[in-house]
């Protein structure tokens, strides 16, 4: 073993120590009311959830003291309007959707859940293929047109690809898989692309922004092997994420996320000093994370800040926004937020408390408690936009065009 090899060992190994130290110092100056109130605060929104027929009942919500709610609540109304049912007699698609278990991947279920309910609201016929369920009986009942999964062997290992294949022969049906990327994989793409010429799969699809693939040389490799990829960008399913009324911003901070190293190092003095309402999966603070979308904007009604921390490469690339930024958008939430370099295309700089470092994420945070008015000005551009352009909505009728125009 070389000394430079040694020394690179050395290097990963203090920064390793370094991280677990950090990890440990987070949970160690957690703040104890945060704590303490966790189980009551769900308990309290579950409650509320039992009695939604008067916390989103549309008078209540028009009267209403929060002008959050007020515009919330009129711009889904007029989008649920406009999408209802849209494009039905102008396609005859029929989208089954591998969806994983909640509790194998939140992320999963929710972004695939989101998209099938979207497109069944605007008339496509859409069906979830369950995570143990017999595709072949799938197939034979629901006669998909187009099937949409995952590049990734949980997936792809619980799909019967001969019944597909038998399928395939005798009536229309396009598969797509998610455009993963060697960098973000552990396994080689080459040897997936030529799984996926054997299996005749006809398409990729990517939550990634269309101009970010398209500029990236390791896209390449998937339009050098024939395929094309369409676009499904993450947004706000208003079904489930919407302001409600009758409700007191009584929680300082809220942030429902599975645990990443990037939030140790924004949050920490935040989570310290501050009580508020951490959930979601890897959190030592959350004992029986249970995934429920339903009861989430009864929590995010109650948030004078929604917390939000993107992923290096969303840092580092204009690739993507979190599904977050959207959902806390719409459900009316004051937004503080690091700065992923899509956001200034996807959103106006009247948006969002927007910071560029720990330190400016952790004054922001100070700003917003000190004025809280402040929060609302700017979340309720944020609702504008997300109601304009950036909805499950919008993004179920991108794809169904977008298939339109597969060769």
Same mark, same amino acid.
């Given at each position: ?23 440990? $110092? ?17 308990? $309290? ?5 039992r009695n ?23 711009? *889904? ?12 007699g ?19 279920f ?122 499904i ?25 599975? *645990?990443?190293r ?9 989570t ?109 551009y ?8 950036h ?17």
């Amino acid at each position: 073993m070389t000394l430079n090899h040694l020394l690179q060992l050395a290097k990963k190994r203090k920064v390793k120590l370094q991280r677990s130290f950090e990890k440990h $110092q987070f949970d160690w100056r957690f703040n104890s009311t945060s704590l303490q109130q966790h189980d009551l605060i769900l308990a $309290q929104v579950e409650s509320a959830l039992r009695n939604k027929l008067i916390h989103e009942d549309i008078e209540n919500c028009f009267n209403s003291n929060d002008p959050l709610v007020q515009q919330g609540t009129r711009l *889904r109304i007029d989008l649920e309007a406009l999408f209802k049912n849209c494009m039905t007699g102008l396609s005859d698609e029929r989208i089954m959707i591998q969806i994983p278990e909640a509790r194998f991947s939140p992320a999963g279920f929710s972004l695939f859940s989101n998209l099938m309910e979207s497109l069944n609201y605007i008339g496509i016929p859409a069906r979830a293929l369950g995570w143990e369920e017999d595709t072949q009986i799938a197939l034979d009942q629901f006669k998909p047109t187009v099937l949409l999964s995952s590049d990734h062997d949980e997936y792809l290992r619980r799909i019967d690809w001969g019944a597909i294949t038998r399928y395939k022969a005798s009536k229309h049906l396009r598969v797509g898989l998610s455009a993963a990327l060697e960098e973000y994989e552990s396994s080689p793409l080459l040897p997936r692309l030529a799984w996926a010429k054997k299996y005749q799969i006809d398409f990729y699809y990517s939550y990634r922004d269309k101009d970010y693939v398209k500029s990236r040389k390791e896209y390449q490799p998937f339009f050098d092997a024939g395929f094309n990829i369409i676009f499904i960008p993450f947004g706000a399913n208003i079904l489930h994420y919407f302001p409600v009324a009758e409700f007191e911003r009584d929680l300082n901070y809220v942030l429902m996320a599975s *645990r990443k190293r990037e939030h140790i190092t924004y949050l920490k003095n935040i989570t310290s000093e501050y009580s508020g309402f951490l959930d979601g999966p890897g959190w030592k603070q959350v004992k029986n994370f249970q995934f429920n979308r339903e009861r989430d904007r009864y929590i995010y009604a109650r948030a004078k800040v929604g917390l939000n921390v993107h992923l290096p490469e969303q840092i580092d690339w204009a690739c993507e926004l979190n599904e977050r930024t959207y959902q806390l958008a719409a459900c009316g939430v004051p937004q503080l937020i690091d700065h992923p370099m899509l956001l200034d295309k996807m959103f106006g700089s009247k948006s969002f408390f927007i910071a560029e470092s720990p330190a400016q994420y952790f004054e922001l945070f100070k700003e917003l408690m000190h004025d809280p008015q402040l929060g609302v000005e700017k979340a309720l551009y944020a609702q504008k936009e997300v109601f304009a352009s950036h909805t499950t909505f919008h993004r179920a009728k991108s794809l169904i065009d977008q298939l339109k125009l597969l060769t």
